[in-house]
């Protein structure tokens, strides 16, 4: 089975920056995506971002286009998600997910979730 474990969520003040990590491990040969998803308190949760491990093709949600960038080192089996100019909607706990298949933005297509990391704007 796939273990994903997040960390480097914090508080951090309008307009900053944070850089997640989703350290990955066990059947790490097998995944295709990596996924980035945040939910925040009293909504669903939404997809952030994707990588794929074959091809590296990426996407992102339009609320986070041109400030987060995801990446991946497979030699440290990890993927980071790096976030700028940082707003108070970005307030939220922060999810690493794995698929075998191509990414996708539906919670429902991930089986394998970490326990999440809270990241928190404030002004």
Same mark, same amino acid.
């Given at each position: %089975?796939? %273990? ?8 951090? %003040?309008?307009?900053? !920056?944070?850089?997640?990590?989703? =350290?990955? &491990? ?27 491990? /074959? ?7 339009? &609320?986070? =286009?041109?400030?987060?960038?995801? !990446?991946?080192? =497979?030699? =440290?089996?990890?993927?980071?998600? %790096?976030?700028? !100019? ?5 307030? $939220? /706990?922060?999810?690493? $997910? ?5 990414? !996708? ?15 928190? /704007?404030?002004?």
């Amino acid at each position: %089975q796939l %273990q994903l474990v997040e960390s480097g969520g914090g508080l951090v %003040q309008f307009g900053g !920056s944070l850089r997640l990590s989703c =350290k990955l &491990s066990g059947d790490t040969l097998n995944y295709n995506a990596i996924g980035w998803f945040r939910q925040a308190p009293g909504k669903e949760r939404e997809g952030v971002s994707c990588i794929n491990n /074959v091809g590296g093709i990426e996407n992102y949600a339009d &609320s986070v =286009k041109g400030r987060f960038t995801i !990446s991946r080192d =497979k030699a =440290k089996n990890t993927v980071y998600l %790096q976030m700028n !100019s940082l707003n108070n909607e970005d307030t $939220a /706990v922060y999810y690493c $997910a794995g698929r075998y298949a191509h990414c !996708s933005n539906s919670v429902r297509d991930y089986t394998r979730w970490g326990q999440g990391t809270q990241v928190t /704007v404030f002004s």
